[in-house]
């Protein structure tokens, strides 16, 4: 990876971000283990290098939550109040766990837990990304329904990454 004007896309394939997975009424902070919150060095060693290297316009696609997620990695993984370095679009499976739902009843208050959270979206579905020189846009596609024929895909929400911004805004 180099620094300069272009989008620096890191595909992977678990969540990097820290996510704080407790369900509501929990005091603690639960996180699996199961990505890069289980490797908290290789994930201070990969934000030093994005920051270490003056890159912007850090984008990272990543799965494996079977959810829609959009957040933000920060600068020191260990405080998520930390200034951003790059943006997350988390996409969900395509037909895992049937149907799905906008936000499962057990995560209501998920996003108090995960001040760098933008979206969570429980439907099935994938993003669609488009970059120019000034934004990367991200389209979150939903299908209504995966368990029965005739599902309609729709658009939950489109995000827009600005140039030298690390953070999305709803487009």
């Known amino acids: 990876m180099t620094a300069g004007p272009g989008w620096h896309f890191i ?3 678990v969540p990097m971000m820290p996510f704080d997975v407790r369900h509501d009424g929990a005091a603690e902070p639960v ?9 908290r060095a290789a994930r201070h060693r990969m934000a030093g290098l994005i920051d270490g ?10 799965g494996d939550m ?3 997620v959009v957040g933000t990695l920060p600068g ?3 405080d998520p109040l930390s200034p951003p370095i ?4 988390l996409a969900t499976s395509v037909t895992s766990g049937g149907s ?3 936000r499962q009843a057990h995560q209501r208050r998920t996003s108090d837990h995960n001040p760098l959270l933008q979206l969570l979206n429980n439907q099935r579905g994938y993003q669609l990304y488009r970059a120019d020189g000034r934004h990367c846009i991200a389209d979150i596609k939903v299908l209504d329904q995966v368990d029965r ?3 309609r895909m729709g658009t939950a929400a489109s995000y827009v990454v600005e140039n030298g911004r690390p953070s999305a805004d709803m487009a």
């Open 31 to 39: 996180y699996s283990v199961d990505n890069w919150n289980g490797y």
């Open 76 to 78: 020191n993984p260990d």
């Open 86 to 89: 790059a943006t997350e679009f």
């Open 11 to 13: 595909a992977q394939q």
């Open 100 to 102: 799905g739902s906008e």
């Open 53 to 62: 290297r003056g890159l912007k316009n850090v984008v990272i696609g990543s």
């Open 66 to 68: 079977h959810q829609h």
């Open 149 to 151: 024929p005739d599902g």
